[in-house]
């Protein structure tokens, strides 16, 4: 497949953004490949009560 | 050939741009970020040293399923009026590894991983 481009202007006029976090991109314009990813995670040992000890996780 | 652009830009707020995060007006051609964080809260401010290795947790050392792009595409451009104009961007906040571009680039490729500990004394 052969993509045509013909870059015209591009015009952002008004943004807002809250928040831009953990490897996002806030990207005006052209790319060819974006490649993102994102892990959160939160399990069983992710809420710990005991004692205050150096924690030895098994993972 | 890469498909260049010139960036205006009017006014641009941004509140905080911290945790290694890049702010770029204009063309680049490869982008990369990484991150990783763990972020333990403890009830009490009780601090061991090396208590926490990445690798001890399977999301940081497991493989993120990422394929890489092969697609059979030719791009061909014709910059007739290659222009980014900007009038206002206000932006908060930016943080860990993130990039706010204004322009062209070829590849991006980003990652994190973060995972959150909380630590609390038992209620007796």
């Known amino acids: 497949m052969n993509l045509q481009i013909y870059n ?20 005006i314009g052209d790319a060819e490949t974006i490649q993102l990813s994102s892990i959160f995670d939160t399990p069983a040992e992710s809420l710990i009560i005991g004692p205050f000890v150096p924690l030895n996780p098994q993972g | 050939m890469l498909n260049k652009r010139t960036s205006v830009v009017d006014r641009i707020i941004i509140n905080s741009l911290s ?3 890049t702010f770029e007006i204009g063309d680049s051609s490869q982008i990369q970020a990484f991150s990783r964080a763990i ?7 009780t601090f061991f ?19 890489p792009i092969f697609e059979n ?22 943080s860990t590894s993130s990039v706010i571009h204004i322009g062209n680039t070829k590849n991006i490729n980003m990652e994190s991983r973060i995972k959150h500990i909380r630590h609390l004394h038992p209620r007796n």
């Open chain 2, 73 to 94: 595409v030719t791009f061909e451009t014709n910059s007739i009026h290659p222009i980014i104009k900007v009038g206002f961007l206000d932006i908060t906040g930016v």
């Open chain 2, 49 to 67: 040293s090396n208590e926490i290795r990445f690798s001890d947790f399977d999301i940081f050392t497991e493989a993120i399923p990422m394929e």
């Open chain 2, 39 to 45: 972020a333990l809260q403890r009830e009490r401010q």
């Open chain 2, 19 to 21: 945790i290694v995060s």
């Open chain 1, 8 to 27: 015209e202007e591009l015009q952002v006029g008004n943004m807002q953004v809250e928040a831009v976090s953990s490897s996002s991109i806030v990207l």
